[in-house]
């Protein structure tokens, strides 16, 4: 049974610092991983996706990368603001339709 | 138009009350999801219609009732709910699987604002 799990669960850091999130998943066997951002009760938008066959995705100051052997798969975000404050969710798909979702990450931006 | 609309935006009701959940889009996609969400939890699949045919029943219990009238529609039909079913539900939708991709999802799924359920 896949298994996504998303370090570290919360996150606070200064404006402007660059930063990292992480995504593990057990099974490697993924069709491709997306990646949302989602703001306090409301819904998910949509970043990032990256298909099992591509290595990374970039827009604007957002990176993906993808590690499928690994199990891995990394947000990066540069020069962060306090509008990136959010919780930043991962998802992989194993299967049609089908998608598991991290645990999330809670980014405060600090101005 | 990259939007999913969900109305109503809040809900509470009763255990024995009868009400639905509407979702609409009109991005031409052809796939439609429900999800369930939990407070500081990740959200979890519970329905998948595909071209307006129930494709993913994830085990829901029968007092969910999803229905899609058309393509850009998706319902959500309530009755005789628990209190634990108190939770942010979340409508998406996405194109289907092309035939060339072996059948596998290759497209974002785009995300409605929620529906914020309470059952007293």
């Known amino acids: 049974k896949q298994e996504v799990t998303q370090i570290p669960a919360a996150l606070s850091v200064p404006e402007g610092e660059n930063l990292v999130l992480n995504c593990s998943f057990t099974d490697s066997a993924i069709y491709n991983l997306q990646w949302f951002r989602q703001d306090p009760g409301k819904g998910l938008t949509s970043l990032l996706l990256i298909q099992s066959s591509q290595r990374e995705q970039t827009s604007g100051r957002l990176n993906a990368s993808l590690d499928k052997s690994s199990g891995r798969s990394t947000l990066y975000i540069a020069a962060s603001q306090p509008g990136d404050s959010a919780t930043y969710l991962c998802a992989v798909s194993s299967g049609t339709y089908k998608y598991i979702f991290g645990t999330g990450t809670r980014l405060k931006v600090l101005a | 138009d990259t939007e999913v609309t969900q109305t109503p935006k809040h809900l509470v009701m009763g255990m024995t009350n009868k009400k639905s959940l509407k979702c609409e889009q009109h991005?031409?996609?052809?796939?439609m999801y429900w999800y369930k969400q939990k407070a500081k939890k990740p959200p979890e699949l519970m329905f998948v219609y595909s071209y307006e045919k129930l494709s993913i029943n994830e085990s829901v219990p029968s007092r969910f009732s999803p229905e899609c009238p058309n393509s850009s529609l998706l319902n959500l039909h309530l009755h005789a709910l628990q209190p634990e079913d108190s939770a942010l539900y979340l409508c998406?939708?996405?194109?289907?699987?092309?035939?060339?991709?072996?059948?596998?999802?290759?497209?974002?799924?785009?995300f409605g604002p929620g529906t914020r359920l309470t059952v007293l």
């Open positions: 998406a939708s996405s194109q289907p699987p092309l035939r060339a991709s072996g059948g596998v999802s290759t497209d974002t799924q785009y």
């Open positions: 991005m031409g996609h052809r796939a």
